[in-house]
């Protein structure tokens, strides 16, 4: 089993960047591919990025692409959703989750909000 707990999440003018952190429990992570998802208020949640276990591969939304980058820390079982040129429409619930497709595990999620 994994434990997925995300942080960084705060309140960010528009046009600005936070750093999300997926901290992972389990000496298995390594072997994890992992996922960002997020769920506006109202909406459905959404795919925002995906990265392999090696981080040598790489996919991500159409609405973030060129804006947002997904990294990982095997070492330090963590991985990262950098978030540059925050939109309003960035505003959600973020979450990290493991393993696709099903995505059996999900953290609690950190809260994105951009004030436009």
């Known amino acids: 089993q994994v434990q997925l707990v995300e942080s960084g999440g705060g309140l960010v003018q528009a046009g600005g960047s936070l750093r999300l952190s997926c901290a992972a429990s389990g000496r298995t992570f390594s072997s994890y591919d992992m996922g960002w998802f997020r769920q506006a208020p109202g909406k459905n949640r959404e795919f925002v990025a995906y990265?392999?276990?090696?981080?040598?591969?790489?996919h991500y939304a159409d609405s973030v692409k060129g804006r947002f980058t997904i990294s990982r820390d095997n070492a330090k079982n963590t991985v990262y959703l950098q978030m540059n040129s925050l939109k309003f429409e960035d505003t959600a619930v973020y979450y990290c989750?493991?393993?696709?497709?099903?995505?059996?595990?999900w953290g609690q999620g950190t809260q994105v909000t951009v004030s436009s």
């Open positions: 990265i392999s276990w090696s981080g040598g591969s790489t």
């Open positions: 989750a493991t393993p696709p497709p099903e995505y059996l595990y």
